[in-house]
């Protein structure tokens, strides 16, 4: 060996250039995933953020503590449709009967709390009952759609217009039911002390470091090099800082005052839906097919299986939404399921970025999305537009959103991903 050959060994590596190229690093990153349409959740953040700002200084009472608990509230019933939306959408199929099947839901709980009907039960149980009898609705409509071969925009429109029936032919004689059970109409009125606020905020900060701590210990182990540090701190901060914000805006409330448990189970639904379709097989299965149905099924994929669990859990997560919004008015008459529910419900889930072709999305897109809708809606109510303003607005940003996607979609084609 050389001298030459011993010198260079002993030469250390300049610390100065490692920082600078791991923000090369970033930045080639970003800009290969803007050429190819990979665009995550930074258009919808920064549409977010734009929103709450332009509010702010258009309406004086938008960014207060008792409007920011009134947007957590409006947008939990919807959000949890869009959850079961995102599972549809990633098959590249529909549903188009959530908002009634929602209505369903809460038509099932109703009843079951109704003092004096001679079936009356607890209020945590029939909500049990509600989501089961809804997922087995969402069950007979994919079996059809798997086994039959009928498209589900054929099924689920004529679900749609069956359970509105139902409600209808339920509803006609009372006009409507009111909900006294307090643990019902809890999911919409409860709202947790200064301290469960805070308390809540760090469970869910701590359970969110442990997870992705888990991931880079895990890939260590597995040799997988971690490809961006300071990606994975600005999450971890990013998580602490928006959890510990939520709780201080809402603990700032006056009436009514503290973190909304609607917000809460939006979040425990989201974590959980997340790691369904992230972390397990039939998550896995779910992209698959939607990918490439026919592929899925040559390596062994029970795609029937697949579509009908898919429609079961947006049926499930409908009847979920359905008894948060009726909490929220205590009540369900015969208008329940109508409107633009199911209309918000999807535009949510393809805002916040689900491909509606199949196999591009996650969970937190419809998070993201009904958060749009709702800021939307409650900022221009709140700066007295008028109703028609406020579907204008909202279809203008999901034809925006939709067009994003198409042209993402070609890049992706055109960068061969």
Known sequence: MSAADVVGQDKPTPPAETTPAGVATLYRRALDNLKSGNLGVLPI?????????????????????????????????????????????????????????????????????????????????????????????????????????????????????????????????????????????????????????????????????????????????????????????AKLVGVAVAAFGVVAVSNHAKVPHGLPLAGVLVVIFLVILTFLAKRTTFGRHVYAVGGNAEAARRAGINVPRIRILVFMISSAMAAVGGIILAANVNSVDLNFGGGTLLLNAIAAAVIGGVSLFGGRGEVRAAFLGALVIATVSNGLNTAGYATGVIYMVTGVILLFAVTLDTIARRLQVRSGR
């Open 45 to 233: 953040a920064l549409g977010i953020v734009f929103i709450v700002v332009f509010f702010s200084f258009k309406a004086t009472n938008f960014f207060t503590g008792n409007n920011f608990d009134n947007i957590i509230v409006q947008m939990a019933g919807t959000a949890m449709l869009a959850f079961g939306v995102v599972f549809v959408l990633l098959l590249g199929e529909i549903d188009l009967s959530i908002s009634y099947v929602a209505g369903i839901g809460a038509l099932t709980v109703a009843e079951l709390q109704l003092p004096g009907s001679g079936h009356q039960i607890n209020g945590l149980l029939a909500m049990v009952a509600a989501v089961v009898i809804c997922a087995a609705i969402g069950g007979a409509q994919g079996s059809i759609v798997a086994f039959v071969g009928v498209p589900s925009f054929v099924v689920t429109l004529a679900g749609f217009m069956i359970w509105q029936g139902v409600i209808l032919q339920k509803l006609e004689q009372p006009g409507s039911i009111i909900i006294q059970d307090r643990w019902i109409n809890y999911t919409a009125s409860y709202y947790f002390s200064d301290f469960a606020g805070w308390l809540i905020a760090g469970i869910i900060i701590a359970i969110y470091a442990v997870t992705v701590l888990g991931g880079v210990i895990g890939k260590r182990r597995a040799g997988v090099a971690i490809r961006s540090p300071g990606l994975v701190v």
